[in-house]
């Protein structure tokens, strides 16, 4: 009960977003984003596709990710609070409108799988680092309800992306890397990288409403 009351509180001082007032009130347009993505299809368009920084991982799935989240980790990168250096550089030359004009555009391009309403669980390993972690008090018990709009659908994401997300709420001394988010530093910092090993790849087995939709052939 005192972790949960301590989850809860946490939950709390997260609600202080990097979405100012004006951004959030902003109406995001699906057609419109579908203009706009000429650069995020570089990278969140292909099918596999794997960066070098800060090591090698395949590029996040954003079709059918939740527009919330993606309106609010593209503030952060625009804050600062998030400093991968491209996406800081692709976030800063975002007006608020593209920026809800491309997560309304994302969020409709999901697979449309039909979801379980909880999660299948996973070793007694995985087990024990979720209920460590309270994941799904945040995320839903199927991981693709978060209980916050700005909290992101994390079943089924590229394992690997996910461990180097989740080292990166660990990081706040270096100018390049990592994550500034009161929830998620205070639970990742729980875990050795082993642990956050298990739970990425347990999270990223589970089935998933978000996929890559593979970019047209440019003519």
């Known amino acids: 009960m005192k972790k949960f009351l301590l989850t809860v509180s946490a939950l709390t001082l997260a609600c202080a977003s990097t979405l100012s007032a004006h951004a959030q009130d902003i109406h995001g347009d699906a057609i419109a984003g579908s203009k706009k993505n ?14 070098g920084f800060p090591e090698v991982h395949q590029v996040p799935k954003i079709s059918g990710q939740g527009a919330g989240y993606i309106r609010a980790a593209l503030h952060a990168y625009k804050a600062g609070e998030r400093k991968h250096p491209s996406m800081r550089t692709l976030a800063a030359s975002l007006s608020d409108q593209d920026i809800a004009d491309l997560a309304a555009y994302y969020e409709s391009n999901g697979s449309g799988v039909s979801l379980p309403a909880t999660a299948a669980e996973g070793s007694a390993k995985a087990v024990e680092l979720v209920t460590k972690g309270g994941c799904t008090s945040c995320h839903g018990p199927n991981f693709s309800k978060p209980i916050d709009p700005s909290y992101p659908k994390i079943a089924g994401q ?51 409403e978000m996929q890559t939709v593979q970019r047209g052939r440019i003519k």
């Open 38 to 51: 000429a650069l995020c299809i570089g990278c969140h368009g292909i099918q596999g596709y794997h960066i």
């Open 158 to 208: 590229h394992a690997d992306y996910l461990y180097v997300a989740l080292r990166s709420y660990k990081t706040n001394d270096k100018p390049l890397i990592g994550r500034g988010h009161p929830v998620m530093g205070g639970i990742a910092k729980q875990f050795s990288n082993n642990e956050l090993k298990v739970l990425a790849d347990y999270v990223g087995s589970l089935p998933s």
